[in-house]
């Protein structure tokens, strides 16, 4: 009989074995579960394709990083709310608004070069995806709706608004009626900083957004405040802590920064708007958020580990021809073992010899 | 408007209400023993897959509704063994599942994206489905529909009129009194989570089965989100369910009927509508009577229940 006793303290080692353990027990299921359904098609290659190729590639490494980086802003963002117990599920949608709203600054200023334009698209990035995410505030602390079905909805609201866009006010006016904007101009794209690559000066940021968050955890009230809130909701009314302000808080932060991964990701590797901008980095941020226990300076790593699952899902599709929707499976799988590994942590498990009677 | 136009408007509300009143009428025993699964989208994936899959091979509808039942109670019970036994966080978990459905459904069903099947056919009543204007409105609709209505009435027959159902919304408010009590909360939960599972799976196979016959990988396009916002709507109440998965059929083929007579707006503003109508009566609920609905939720909803004894 095997029994799970309430461990006094969370096990140190365990928190950093649980995460390795939920990785490698990743590989392993997913190697069964290719060798079952994959019958004509060598698996250690697919593997291969997977998981070793984008690390010993230069070209692999680059990319990488540019998939790491807008999963590290918006997890940021998402592990301050989770903390809170506050449920930010529909980032993508904060993401495409933000993207949206950025890159419309970029196309209005489209003929005028200078230094001032990209900051001015973050800002307005930054204010359309915190608006975005501030709808759910609203709904929730006036009327108590859950920001889980707000966000989520606003999702696909978004996605379509984005379509709308594209085809309708934004498109380019010389693309053939294609559904995409005018490709951005020099000052309303973000510098490269590995030359012959796709990795730019957002890379950075994130780093810096990570260090900034960690401080600011560490440091400040209201990181003080957000962290009580979630753990001890009553603790945190009798210290007067206001709910109301902790949702805005949350919300706020994880839109903004969502809304900025958006433009990031516009300005950046895509370089237009175009409907091909959600790719389910808001979703994925969350697993991001997650796997580093919410930690900072964690979610640059976990980042790093989940840009390979996005990047091995596109290689067995160029190479086998399997679909991309293996990036999904890998990274829900992975959810699920690290959220039973996790039971490592705050309990302990024993073995306990039945002696027959029924408990 | 004609009389013909009337009966086809509202034989597809119908029909584009019933996976919603599958998937939230599973969600609701869910969420009333108190777990809030958040998966109910990727289960419904997966169901719209096993059922096309079994449906292409074999022909038979009968065995087609089966698995999706089945494939949804098997990814159902990745949740329970999650949630109920290494006492995971519901919504994480719940989250993993949407994602891991939709990539096991994408993955898996590669290879029929391009394949056509028959739809399941309608019954048809001599006498009854041959009635002018009440034949077409009540007699003549695909058994699955009149399924979902039944389901509804078991469940609340369940929940208020049996022992067990007393039991399964005593631990969703107050599970560590059912327990002292000697009640299997576990089983019950698990249950619970197993049933959600099968009626989502058929929510999904209604889509690939009935509503379209083919096969897509983004089929559900948010139909388990919303199923879990009629939940809400329901206030917890079965036949509620059924209300509000009216309101949401009726706007979604009102956006169709809106598009085909070509109104002047995008089509992508009127596919909105069902997803902002999604939170425009969540907040009309709560502005309504704030405390009526916070009563009926239970208690316990996504909180982890570890016994010690």
């Known amino acids: 009989m095997i029994r799970l006793i309430l461990r006094t303290q969370p096990s140190k080692a365990m928190i950093f074995l649980s995460p390795l353990l939920a990785i490698t027990l990743t590989a392993v299921t997913a190697f069964f579960i290719f060798v079952f359904i994959l019958t004509d098609i060598e698996v250690s290659s697919v593997f291969y394709a997977l998981f070793v190729e984008p690390l010993i590639d230069i070209y692999y490494v680059s990319e990488l990083l540019v998939k790491a980086t807008p999963l590290i802003i918006i997890a940021l963002g998402l592990s301050i709310g989770f903390r809170a117990g506050v449920w930010n599920i529909g980032a993508e949608g904060q993401y495409v608004i933000g993207g949206i709203a950025g890159s419309t600054v970029g196309l209005y200023f489209y003929d005028v070069e200078g230094f001032w334009l990209m900051p001015l698209m973050s800002l307005a990035a930054i204010l359309g995806g915190m608006f975005y995410a501030g709808i759910a505030a609203f709904l929730r602390t006036k009327y108590q709706v859950n920001e889980i079905l707000v966000t989520l909805m606003l999702t696909y609201v978004a996605v379509l608004f984005l379509s709308a866009m594209v085809q309708g006010p934004l498109r380019d006016p010389s693309g053939f009626n294609f559904p995409e904007s005018r490709l951005f101009h020099d000052s309303a794209l973000l510098p490269i900083i590995w030359q012959g690559t796709r990795v730019n000066v957002s890379l950075i940021i994130a780093i810096i957004l990570s260090f900034v968050a960690w401080f600011g955890l560490k440091k400040h009230i209201s990181g003080m405040q957000v962290k009580i809130t979630g753990s001890a909701p009553r603790a945190a009314k009798f210290a007067g802590f206001d709910d109301k302000k902790t949702v805005w808080f949350s919300l706020l932060i994880s839109g903004g920064l969502a809304g900025l991964a958006g433009l990031f990701e516009a300005a950046g590797p895509i370089g237009q708007l175009n409907p091909g901008l959600p790719q389910f980095y808001g979703f994925t941020a969350i697993i991001v958020a997650f796997l580093a226990r919410l930690h900072p300076i964690a979610i640059i790593f976990s980042a790093l580990l989940i840009a390979l699952t996005y990047l091995g899902g596109e290689n067995v599709q160029i190479y086998f021809n399997l679909p991309s929707s293996i990036t999904n499976i890998f990274q829900g799988m992975l959810l699920f073992y690290f959220l039973a590994c996790e039971i490592l942590i705050k309990y302990k498990v024993v073995f306990i010899k039945t002696t027959g009677q029924r408990i | ?309």
Not at chain 2, 68 to 95: C, E, K
Not at chain 2, 164 to 175: K, M, P
Not at chain 2, 266 to 280: D, F, G, K, V
Request: aromatic share 10%; glycine share 10%; hydrophobic share 55%.
């Open chain 2, 1 to 309: 408007m004609n009389e013909g136009l009337i009966i086809a408007i509202i034989i597809g509300i119908s029909i584009a209400s019933v996976p919603l009143i599958f998937a939230a009428i599973g969600e609701l025993i869910v969420e009333r023993s108190g777990v809030l699964n958040l998966g109910v989208e990727g289960m419904m994936i997966v169901g719209a897959l096993a059922g096309f899959v079994v449906e292409f091979h074999t022909g038979n509808s009968f065995l087609a509704v089966l698995a999706a039942l089945l494939a949804g109670m098997a990814i159902a019970s990745i949740f329970a063994f999650l949630t109920q036994i290494l006492l995971t966080n519901h919504v994480a978990t719940g989250l993993a599942l949407t994602i891991f459905g939709l990539g096991i459904a994408a993955f898996v069903g590669r290879g029929y994206t391009e394949v056509r099947i028959e739809l399941i056919a309608e019954i048809h009543i001599p006498l009854l489905s041959d009635l002018p204007i009440v034949g077409p409105l009540l007699f003549s609709y695909n058994p699955l529909v009149y399924l979902a209505l039944f389901v509804v009435f078991l469940v609340w027959w369940f929940l208020f009129k049996t022992k067990h159902g007393l039991i399964l919304r005593a631990i969703g408010d107050n599970h560590d009194a059912a327990h002292a009590i000697g009640h299997k909360v576990v089983r019950y939960r698990v249950m619970a989570i197993l049933f959600g599972g099968a009626m989502a799976g058929i929510g999904g196979a209604f889509l690939s089965l009935v509503q379209v016959p083919m096969w897509g990988e983004n089929m559900t396009a948010g139909r388990g989100w919303i199923a879990l916002g009629l939940v809400v709507f329901s206030s917890w109440q079965p036949f509620k369910v059924i209300l509000g998965a009216v309101i949401f059929g009726g706007i979604t083929v009102l956006q169709l009927h809106a598009q085909g007579f070509d109104i002047r707006i995008s089509a992508q503003y009127l596919s909105m509508l069902p997803y902002l109508a999604t939170i425009i009566i969540l907040v009309s609920l709560r502005m309504r009577d704030k405390n009526k609905t916070n009563r009926t939720m239970p208690n316990c909803l996504g909180r982890i229940f570890h016994s010690t004894t």
